[in-house]
């Protein structure tokens, strides 16, 4: 599986990019604008095409799953720590049936040692970052974790066939799409690579 995490800030005609991705096959866009408020989420969901908000999982006002048909939630590595160890509290009220969850790590051991059941995990950084200056690879070697794990961090057509040797069953991108020129090709020689090492 492929993943696409959004840039952090608004890149220009970011919807329209975002609709030729989902036309090209993109299945997992994650929703991830820190600098954005409620209001703010719930206006760039309006401008997103109703047909592909199911392939839409939110990392912040989780509650955004009750009001749109999304595809899951996502927890950062903090609101994890904080939310869910807790107990199951968290979800009262979260219309979750149906739904993914998954999480971010940055240690193998604690995504290993984890005993929340989410579909699926993001570990980074796999390779050096694309999109986060000074963000060092750290070639995690998973083969050994029986769980699905996404590898993110310097992922490009490149880095895709190392990855999958190290043990993930799926990619993160983000600076290796919105970086690009044109993001549309960039995934689709992405997404070309992957499905060739299937």
């Given at each position: 599986m492929i993943v696409l995490i959004s840039p952090e800030k608004d890149?220009?005609?970011?919807?329209?990019?975002?609709?030729?991705?989902?036309?090209a096959g993109l299945e997992y866009y994650h929703?991830?604008?820190p600098f954005k408020n409620y209001e703010a989420h719930v206006s760039y969901l309006?401008?997103?095409?109703?047909?592909?908000?199911?392939?839409?999982v939110i990392h912040y006002f989780h509650k955004l799953v009750n009001e749109y048909s999304l595809k899951g939630i996502h927890f950062q590595e903090q609101k994890r720590r904080d939310a869910l160890e807790?107990?199951?509290?968290?979800?009262?009220?979260?219309?979750?049936?149906?739904?993914?969850?998954s999480s971010s790590f940055h240690e193998p051991e604690e995504l290993s040692a984890c005993d929340i059941e989410f579909d699926y995990h993001l570990l980074s950084p796999v390779f050096s970052s694309i999109s986060k200056k000074g963000y060092e690879g750290r070639n995690f070697d998973v083969n050994n974790i029986d769980k699905t794990?996404?590898?993110?961090?310097?992922?490009?057509?490149?880095?895709?066939?190392?990855?999958?040797?190290?043990?993930?069953?799926?990619i993160g991108v983000l600076g290796g799409v919105w970086n690009s020129e044109n993001p549309v090709e960039s995934f689709k020689n992405i997404?070309?690579?992957?499905?060739?090492?299937?």
């Open positions: 890149v220009k005609n970011e919807v329209q990019i975002l609709h030729q991705l989902f036309e929703l991830r604008k309006n401008e997103v095409s109703e047909k592909y908000h199911n392939r839409i807790n107990g199951s509290r968290y979800f009262i009220g979260l219309q979750m049936l149906g739904k993914t969850m794990i996404i590898g993110m961090g310097g992922i490009t057509t490149k880095t895709i066939a190392p990855t999958i040797e190290l043990g993930f069953q799926g997404q070309k690579e992957f499905d060739s090492l299937q």
